[in-house]
């Protein structure tokens, strides 16, 4: 006991002013980062109650799609469309990887990874919120043949975090979407 005293003395950590500037200096930036409207990333405001993902996605993708939406939103996911404020149709889900590089071999060296999804939203009124519209993800893999378990494993987590991405670009581009003014017609 008498040693932890000491060792509070030296570092100064004794003193109750010391204490709450030590305590101040360490919380401030939290503080300053809520103070600002700081989000984490992954957090998207969609201002609907519930959304529907219809069409054909994959079930990786549409496994992603509802993870984004019931982790990152306030936003429940409806199985139904019929229960739901928005519509959000998948049309269609590829992915594909090209080869990217040979080393001095002519063993391939080097993947592109890609996937692209194509989808539309709209309300249950069926005014359009997204058109037809495109995204992809690509990363670049490097593959050594005398690894090739341990690069399939890499290639189905960069996939799998590629999904995650496009679910997340998804939502996204329906929370600007839906925020931005529509254009009337006359």
Do not use: W
């Amino acid at each position: 006991m008498k040693r932890d005293l000491k060792h509070l003395h030296q570092i100064g950590l004794q003193n109750p002013l010391r204490r709450s500037l030590l305590a101040l200096a360490l919380i401030s930036p939290a503080i300053t980062l809520m103070g600002c409207g700081y989000r984490m990333r992954g957090m998207v405001d969609v201002p609907y109650k519930a959304i529907a993902i219809t069409g054909n996605p994959s079930p990786p993708l549409r496994a992603d799609l509802q993870r984004v939406i019931l982790t990152g939103t306030d936003t429940k996911v409806a199985i139904n469309p019929k229960d739901a404020d928005l519509i959000l149709e998948i049309i269609n889900d590829t992915s594909g990887q090209e080869i990217l590089a040979y080393n001095s071999n002519g063993q391939i060296s080097a993947y592109r990874l890609t996937i692209r999804a194509g989808f539309r939203a709209y309300d249950t009124a069926g005014a359009e919120i997204v058109p037809d519209s495109e995204i992809y993800v690509t990363r670049d893999l490097d593959f050594s043949v005398s690894t090739v378990l341990a690069s399939d494993a890499q290639k189905q987590q960069f996939l799998g975090v590629m999904r995650s991405d496009l679910a997340i670009q998804i939502l996204r581009r329906v929370a600007a979407s839906a925020k931005a003014p529509q254009a009337k017609s006359f």
